[in-house]
């Protein structure tokens, strides 16, 4: 590799662990917000607000990988036009197809990055987060216990207590079941105690009330009965659904697993031949947008040359190019959720994208000959 090659892929690499780091933390502020506020305010732990924040890194660095991509180089192309330094080697000879080959290796490498993210790490964080999101839903404790407000574990269910004891006692509670449309069910108690018990190997919660008052209305006879209770136990676990645990998805699996029949991966997952052909190569096809993106960045202002007035309308035509093609990208994918075996739809943007870049790079090289052309 020539020293000029090996420093501009040097400038490129620095310049994109710039980028990538300021938007991962630009992206990252706008979601910690609101898994802070919906963890927190459900009784979590910082370490587990923590952990969910690590969990989802992977989907938000597939996600900002290629902007970092093209703003590396765009950035590192523009810097060396200013300082003449493409101008210099292309006085030495180099054309324009020289000029690329670092940034092409520059791609290959995000590609690579991509490729890790996509294939291996991104499904495995999935599939983690997945489940210690039903390990939270299972931990009715942590919903119970919160003093002074209205709270929700499900749909139909709404519990209160006043104030929580240093002791773990829990005073003036109020339980409210109304999951059965024929009947609602409100209980309420001065005290209540949230009691663990083992029963068959399997752990569980039960709420003690005790001194209280239990109020059946027949929603459709409209009948109100009422019945007072010295002590009632009552199994936290009917609170919520005895499935909390999401199936498996086609989204927590490893590339390899779906060289497999996809036939009982359908059947196990629940997904289409089509979902699943789409899921594995947008994999493939994140990985080769990333080359796009920064041979984009690079052909379109090489393709501008120096000016005095900067390269704004440069910028701004290669972000429109990139915006364009990764809007292509959702489009191609409703074909291929339809019918499987019109997966290769998913790789036209970026066969479209490398069209333009070789149109851009041919028209640098012989810029003389296309006016000529275009005169004729």
Not at 73 to 95: D, K
Not at 295 to 308: A, D
Request: glycine share 6%.
């Amino acid at each position: 590799m020539a020293k000029f090659d090996r420093y501009m892929l040097s400038q490129l690499l620095v310049l994109f662990g710039f980028f990538a780091l300021v938007l991962v933390a630009v992206f990252w502020i706008n979601r910690a917000v609101v898994l802070f506020d919906r963890l927190i305010g459900d009784g979590q732990s910082a370490m587990v607000f923590l952990e969910f924040t690590a969990l989802s890194l992977p989907k938000l660095i597939t996600t900002v990988l290629p902007l970092a991509a093209f703003a590396s180089s765009v950035y590192v192309t523009n810097r060396l036009n200013n300082e003449s330094e493409l101008t210099v080697m292309s006085a030495t000879g180099s054309g324009p197809w020289r000029l690329a080959r670092p940034v092409l290796l520059y791609g290959v490498i995000t590609a690579l990055m991509m490729s890790i993210l996509s294939h291996v790490l991104l499904p495995t964080a999935q599939a983690q987060l997945n489940e210690r999101e039903a390990d939270i839903s299972r931990n009715i404790t942590s919903r119970l216990l919160k003093e002074g407000t209205f709270l929700h574990p499900t749909n139909g269910v709404t519990f209160y207590t006043r104030t929580i004891g240093d002791d773990g006692v829990l005073r003036d509670v109020f339980l409210s079941d109304r999951r059965d449309p024929l009947e609602e069910i409100t209980y309420t108690a001065s005290e209540a105690y949230l009691v663990r018990n083992d029963t068959g190997g399997q752990t569980g919660t039960t709420l003690i009330m005790v001194d209280g008052l239990a109020q059946r209305l027949d929603t459709e006879n409209k009948q109100l009965s009422t019945a007072k209770f010295q002590d009632f136990s009552f199994n936290i676990k009917s609170l919520v659904n005895s499935d909390v645990t999401k199936p498996t998805s086609i989204l927590h699996m490893k590339s390899h697993e779906f060289f497999t029949d996809w036939d009982l991966i359908s059947e196990d997952t629940g997904a289409t031949k089509g979902q699943i052909a789409e899921e594995l190569h947008v994999r493939f096809a994140q990985a080769l947008f990333c080359i796009i993106a920064a041979m984009i960045g690079f052909s379109t202002l090489l393709l501008g040359g120096f000016s005095r007035l900067g390269v704004w309308r440069e910028i701004i035509v290669a972000f429109v190019l990139l915006i364009f093609i990764d809007g292509l990208r959702n489009t191609v994918a409703a074909p291929v959720l339809q019918d499987a075996d019109m997966w290769p739809m998913i790789y036209l943007p970026s066969a479209l994208g490398a069209c333009i870049v070789v149109g851009m790079l041919t028209h640098a090289s012989a810029p003389r000959w296309w006016r000529r052309r275009v005169s004729v």
